[in-house]
């Protein structure tokens, strides 16, 4: 028994060393980033949820984008907890109509190694900076 348990561990730890700084995602992890407050765009659409990534869909084209928020945003499942600096914190829901500004960024110009887990499960989607968001009604 204690064998297949040192087998077990050295097999794991080699699989780790070979992929140095790439980690899978934490459950409910969304992409932040600090503080832009350039907006070149404005789209009309809802959050969600959907194989570990936290998306935005634009309701006229219907096109997914991963939203980058600013740090400080979080997320619990349901809603999400939008962090603007110098203002209080607002609350907006998963299938809420919303309005975001922001801008399309891609992904080499995140330039960060930090971004490597989400790039690889998210990556099917062009990330956006958000630089506000407010509910659409």
């Not at 009309?44 to 928020?69: D, H, I, N, Q």
């Not at 992904?107 to 900076?129: D, H, K, N, T, V």
């Amino acid at each position: 028994m204690r064998k297949a348990g040192l087998l077990a561990l050295l097999v794991l730890a080699g699989c780790v060393s070979n992929h140095p700084g790439v980690r899978p995602l934490r459950p409910l992890e969304i992409a932040t980033a600090p503080y832009q407050p350039l907006a070149t765009t404005n789209l009309t659409g809802t959050l969600m949820y959907e194989g570990g990534c936290l998306l935005f869909r634009g309701e006229e084209s219907g096109t997914l984008f991963l939203p980058v928020f600013p740090a400080g945003s979080s997320f619990n499942g349901n809603a999400l907890l939008f962090h603007l600096p110098g203002k209080g914190d607002q609350w907006l829901a998963v299938a809420q109509e919303l309005l975001i500004y922001g801008h399309p960024i891609e992904w080499q110009a995140l330039g960060s190694s930090l971004y490597e887990p989400m790039l690889r499960q998210c990556g099917a989607y062009a990330p956006f900076f958000v630089a506000n968001v407010r509910p659409a009604n």
